[in-house]
């Protein structure tokens, strides 16, 4: 139902904001910070990995995600003249320091795997030919990838499945409330724009016709009485 969902997301976002100049660069944006941020917390999390051969793993996996975050940051340029701008995230952990480390790669693995399942959906709504559907075709194929490693990870940590599974779905809960929160703000400034706008046709009308009256008049009157008093 979730992917089914996403899907219908995607393709009315392809058929209506993603026609408008500019947007899809705005979303290939999104998507570089978001694999660049998640560079940023396998970093964090190879500090509290002792196993030598784990940590060269995650070091790997880390450097694919930088790939993908510089592939995008390659197909953006096929949308538009601008330079990409860097993203302004406050940065925090996911855990504190004493959460085990299992719980921060089952964060990671809901994100591959919602990742690869987007990615996948995009690409097959793009028509052929498009620079954006090359670039995730081919990131796709190393998603899939570390959703199959993050998974193996975790049993090799020694989680349980049990206890696996409920953070997953803890997880999603949290990132379906990120989400809303986002959607919200998005919708708040949205309806701000129509509000000043609204304000600022309303009222122009009135301003412009006091500001004709001011001007039309030879004389402007001063307040000297007030002026001195404000000089004291």
Do not use: C
């Amino acid at each position: 139902m979730r992917r089914l969902l996403e899907k219908i997301s995607v393709r009315l976002s392809l058929a209506t904001s993603w026609r408008r100049r500019g947007r899809k660069a705005a979303a290939i944006r999104g998507f570089q910070a978001t694999e660049a941020d998640g560079v940023w917390h396998l970093h964090r999390g190879l500090s509290r990995v002792a196993d030598p051969k784990l940590r060269a793993i995650l070091f790997t996996h880390s450097l694919e995600e930088d790939a993908h975050a510089e592939e995008f940051g390659h197909v953006y340029k096929a949308y538009t003249d601008q330079i990409l701008p860097a993203a302004n995230y406050e940065r925090e952990d996911l855990y504190g320091a004493g959460t085990a480390l299992w719980r921060s790669l089952a964060f990671v693995h809901v994100g591959e795997e919602d990742a690869t399942g987007r990615f996948r959906t995009i690409a097959e709504a793009l028509p052929a030919g498009d620079p954006l559907r090359a670039s995730l075709q081919k990131i796709v194929e190393d998603e899939e990838g570390h959703v199959d490693l993050t998974a193996q990870l975790l049993e090799r940590l020694g989680a349980a499945p049990a206890d696996v599974q409920r953070e997953y779905g803890r997880v999603r809960l949290a990132r379906l409330w990120q989400a809303w929160l986002r959607s919200g703000k998005a919708a708040i400034d949205s309806l701000a724009t129509v509000l000043l706008s609204a304000v600022y046709f309303v009222m122009a009308p009135f301003l412009f016709l006091v500001a004709r009256k001011k001007l039309a008049s030879r004389f402007v009157e001063v307040d000297n009485n007030r002026a001195k008093r404000l000089s004291e």
